[in-house]
C-alpha cells in the first residue's frame, strides 16, 4: 500500500496533525501514514527543506511526502506536487522541497478545486489541499489532474561554500540537531579523512575525525556526519552550547 | 481495518503510551493506531476536549478514537464509551468528550470486568481498561457488552459568549496553539467577512481579516480560524507573546 | 504483519528518524512500525532502558524492538539482536536491553555486514546497521545469519534496594515522569497494600495509598504504580518540583 509521510511545524499538542491524519484516511482508506516530524520550528521553512533531504531518499520508490511549513497560507503563494523518479513531494511552493528541484520530472500547481476540500479555509491549506491531493495521489489519480505545470518552482537561496584566498572553504552550520551536534553546507568524503583535513570555528581548529568515538569525553571534534557534510560534535557533549554557535555561524575547512 | 486513534497528556517520553499501543495490537492485530496527540499538558481535560474537537470529526466513519487526560484515575469517576453517528470515543468520564455529547446515540459505562486487563492498576486505567475496551470494539465486540447506559455523562461547564450592553459579544481564549494564535469561542462565518468586524482584546481593536497573508509581517491581526471561530494572530509571530495572553482572556467581538 | 517498534534519543524535530523509518519500509514493505518514544533524553541509556522495561512487555509476541540511545556509536561496542521468548531486541550492546538479558534465548553480534546498509555511517548505526536488520528478521530471516553469538551482553548497573539495620529498605528514584511522579526501585505488591507501609523521602514520610485519589489535591502520597514499584506523587500537582527530587535521589521504604 502507498505511503504518506508528514513533515510539518505543526507541533505535537494541538488537532491539527490529527485532522490532516482523519482526510488522508478518510479519502484513501489503508494508506500507510508515517511520521517524519510535527517539531520544525514555527514557520522555519530551511530547517523542514533540511529535514526532507535526511529522511525522504530512505523511503520506498513511489512514497508520497506530504510537508506543510507554510508561512504564507492563504496569500498568492502556489501549491504544488512535485514528482522525481523516486517519490512525490506535495505542498506549498515556498522552497520547501529545494533539495529535490534538480530531480524533478514535473511539478503541478494545485488548482483543480476538485482536488480539494470544500470550503477550503485560507488559514489551514494543509488539511483542505495538500492532505486531499496526497491522498488522490495515493488512490492512483495522475498527476496531470492536479492543474497545470509549474517552470519556475520557488527555491530557496543556498550560499554555497566558497573559496577564501588563503585556500580554506567558507561554509556555514545550515542545523543544530538534538545532540547540539553542528551540522554544516561543507561536504568531505568520510572514506578519504586521514586526519588531513580541519575545521575552524569560533576561534577553535579541529582535526576532522572519523566518529565520535575518536574523541575523548567532553572534548570538541570535527567528523564527517551521516549525510557526507562536515559536523563538529562534542563527545557525550552538545557542541552548540559549547561553543555558543547556532545555524548561520560561519565555519572554514582546511584541507592540507 | 478499524482505526484507532490515540489522544493523551502522558507526554512522548515515558513507556506509557508504548504500552497502550501494545495492548491494543495485542487484543486487535491490524488494527490501524494512529496518535492525535500525546501532549496535552498534563490533566488538562478541557486542552483535550478542544484538541478532539478539532481533529476527531475528520476520520472516517467508525473511527475509535482512545482518550487519556485523567486527574481522576483510580477515583470513583466512571469510564465510558459514546457513540455518535460517526465514532465512537473510550475514556474518562470526566468531561473530555463534551464536544461530542450533543451527537450520541449510545453511551456505556465500563463495568464489565470480562472487557479489561487483570489486574487493573487503580493508576493506569489507559492501559488496563481504555486501551482493551478499544480493541474489543475494533474486532467487532458490541457497546452492550461494556456495560449499562449512562445517562448523564459528565460535561465540562462552557462559558458561552454572552451579549453585552454596547452590543458587542464577550467570550475567551480557549486555545494557544503552537504558533501563538489566540483561539477563541466566538463564531464568525468567514464566507462573510468584509472587514466588518473587529475583534478587542488586550487594549487593541482590530479588524477581521479574511487570511494570516491580509497582515502586514510582525502586525497584529484578527482572522476567521480553520475551524470557524475568531483568532487573533501575528503573521510570522507570536499572537500570545505579544499580547501577554493566555487561555481564558477576554475577547469582544464587535460587529458594525 | 510483524511489528517493529522504535524507541530512540533522537528528537522528534530532526530526520533521523524519518530515514530509518524509510530504510525499514524500503526492505520490509507491509510492516508495522510504532513508534515507542524518541524523546529519550540525549544519550540517556538507563532511562532508555526503563522506557522499554515499561512498555514493551504489552506488545504481541514476535514483535521486534529496535532500539537506538547509543553514545558509543562508531566505537568498539558491539551491536546485538537479543531475543526472548516473547520478543526480539536490535540495537547497541551498551546495557540498553538489560531489563530483559535474564530471560534471553539467543543474543548475536550484527557483524554480518551483508545484513547492513552499504557504506555504513560511522556515526550513524542506527539507519545503516540496527533498522536494516530490524527489517531482515522482520521477513523472516533467520537469527543466526546476524552473526555469532554474544555470551557477555553489557549490563547496566543496578543498585539493587538493600536491607538497613533499622530494618527498612534503602532504594533510589530511577525515573521521573512527565507528571513529576517519582518511581522508585521499591517493589511492592499492591494487593497487599493497607496503609502499612510508610516511604521516607527528602524529610517527608509518607503512607503509601492505593491510588492518586487516595491523596487530597495538592498533597504528596505514595502508591504502588502501573509495574508494582513505589511511587511518590502530587495529586493533580508535581511531586519531582515539590520535593527538589530526581533521578537517584535516596528513598527508604518502611514496612510496619
Not at 523518479?85 to 494545485?110: E, I, M, S, Y
Not at 492532505?131 to 489519480?141: F, S, T
Not at 545550515?174 to 579523512?193: C, K, P, Q
Amino acid at each position: 500500500m502507498t505511503i504518506i509521510t508528514l513533515t510539518t511545524d505543526f507541533g505535537s499538542a494541538d488537532g491539527y496533525v490529527g485532522a490532516i491524519k482523519g482526510v488522508i484516511l478518510s479519502l484513501a482508506p489503508g494508506v500507510t501514514l508515517v511520521d517524519i516530524t510535527h517539531a520544525v520550528p514555527p514557520q522555519d521553512v530551511r530547517f523542514g527543506a533540511h529535514v526532507l533531504s535526511m529522511a525522504a531518499p530512505y523511503f520506498p520508490a513511489g512514497t508520497i511526502h506530504l510537508a506543510v511549513v507554510d508561512p504564507g497560507v492563504g496569500s498568492a503563494r502556489r501549491g504544488l506536487a512535485l514528482r522525481t523518479a523516486w517519490a512525490t513531494f506535495v505542498g506549498p511552493d515556498n522552497g520547501l522541497f529545494t533539495p529535490f528541484l534538480d530531480q524533478r520530472v514535473a511539478c503541478k500547481a494545485l488548482t483543480n478545486a476538485a482536488m480539494h476540500r470544500r470550503p477550503v479555509s485560507p488559514t489551514f491549506h494543509g488539511r483542505d489541499i495538500f492532505a486531499p491531493v496526497a491522498a488522490h495521489l495515493a488512490m492512483g489519480r495522475p498527476l496531470a489532474d492536479l492543474g497545470p505545470e509549474i517552470t519556475d518552482p520557488s527555491s530557496l537561496l543556498a550560499e554555497a561554500p566558497r573559496r577564501l584566498p588563503n585556500g580554506r572553504w567558507l561554509g556555514e552550520v545550515i542545523h543544530v540537531d538534538r545532540f547540539g551536534n553542528l551540522v554544516t553546507n561543507l561536504a568531505l568524503t568520510g572514506a578519504n579523512v586521514k586526519q588531513t583535513a580541519y575545521v575552524h570555528i569560533a576561534g577553535e581548529r579541529l582535526a576532522v575525525q572519523r566518529t565520535y568515538a575518536d574523541g575523548a569525553p567532553g572534548a570538541l571534534l570535527a567528523l564527517v556526519g551521516s549525510a557526507g557534510y562536515v559536523e563538529i560534535a562534542v563527545r557525550e557533549g552538545n557542541a552548540a552550547e559549547r561553543l555558543g554557535v547556532r545555524a548561520g555561524a560561519p565555519v572554514e575547512l582546511e584541507e592540507l
